[in-house]
């Protein structure tokens, strides 16, 4: 476990994963073994969404990938490179071809292996600011490695009708469970804020978007996506992909209200 800490901030990271974020002993982050998720943060890339009716083939400009749900970086470890009292940075790297072990096979998936057919490197950086906790993602890889990216986060609730605050929208989180497996859209939204028992502000940089999702009342999802899957079908889910033409970064900040 590496734990970070600043003032009335405190969090814990496994293995790259960010499994707790209290302020002031609150916890925010969904916990392990609760139900709804079994997880508690992840990234989806290089593609979000499923892609099971695609017969879990991706059109990329090499021709065709195998890709699983929401891709292929779960399946990598990461790696912590370096640890402060504030800030960790956890790193996963990808050879081109190489093949990943399919956690989802063969219950879920008909696809034993997953390979991408570009180079990357994915860094991951955790740091407690006076203004909140930030997550930054870098990418580098190959020229032209088209890619979509999306933070999964999954935040814990406490009251009974917590909403979701996008600009003048107001999102109930029946709104959420009603959209079901396919999370709920919300679009050219830089910045949501979460109210429940306290008060979360999620702002990005990069994005450009979100989805929201849960399946239970005592936890919600809110994802900051490059690109929505859901707009297309699956064998046109290319269609999202933006391109890498040089190292970029995207960013995520949680902030909470006090008092």
């Not at 405190?10 to 002031?24: D, R």
């Not at 790297?93 to 879920?108: D, G, H, L, Q, V």
């Amino acid at each position: 476990m590496t734990k970070l800490a600043l003032g009335e901030q405190a969090v814990g990271i496994e293995n790259g994963e960010l499994v707790s974020y209290t302020v002031s002993g609150h916890e925010f982050i969904h916990q392990k073994g609760s139900p709804g998720w079994g997880s508690s943060d992840t990234e989806m890339f290089p593609i979000i969404g499923p892609v099971n009716e695609a017969n879990f083939m991706v059109q990329v400009n090499k021709g065709q990938a195998i890709q699983d749900q929401h891709g292929l970086l779960r399946q990598i470890p990461y790696q912590l490179e370096s640890a402060t009292t504030t800030k960790a940075i956890f790193v996963k790297e990808y050879t081109a071809m190489k093949p990943i072990e399919n956690n989802k096979y063969p219950e879920k998936s008909s696809r034993k292996y997953l390979v991408w057919p570009y180079t990357f490197k994915f860094i991951k950086t955790v740091q407690l600011t006076a203004a909140g906790l930030v997550i930054d993602f870098l990418i580098d890889g190959d020229k032209d490695m088209p890619y979509m990216l999306g933070y999964h986060p999954a935040f814990k609730l406490y009251t009974d009708n917590p909403t979701i605050v996008a600009g003048a929208k107001e999102i109930t989180l029946e709104e959420v469970l009603a959209v079901g497996s396919r999370a709920l859209e919300v679009e050219d939204c830089t910045q949501i804020t979460l109210r429940d028992k306290k008060e979360l502000t999620i702002e990005t940089k990069g994005f450009g978007n979100f989805m929201c999702w849960t399946e239970v009342k005592n936890m919600v999802c809110i994802e900051p996506i490059t690109f929505y899957p859901y707009r297309v079908s699956q064998d046109k889910l290319h269609q999202g992909f933006e391109h890498l033409n040089e190292p970029v970064t995207f960013s995520v900040k949680l902030s909470v209200q006090q008092g």
